[in-house]
């Protein structure tokens, strides 16, 4: 999972403080989601879907499907 939201980053050319901003957080916590130092709370995990346009599933590495789901009704 963590090397998913690393390979998106870079393939994006996004540097760690980029999408950190993006997620509002400190670039130093950002990292320690990459590095797996620190767990993914589940927002985190839907704003990073969002953000790279995949599903949180393809995220977690239980897809290899990168096309988010429809979204429903919540």
Known sequence: MKNRIRDLREDADLTQKQVAQYLQMSQTGYSKYET???????????????????????????????????????
């Open 36 to 74: 797996g130092e620190n767990d993914i709370p589940t927002v985190i995990w839907e704003h990073l879907a969002d953000f790279y346009g995949v599903s949180v599933d393809y995220l977690m590495g239980r897809t290899d499907e990168k096309k988010p789901y429809p979204k429903g009704n919540r």
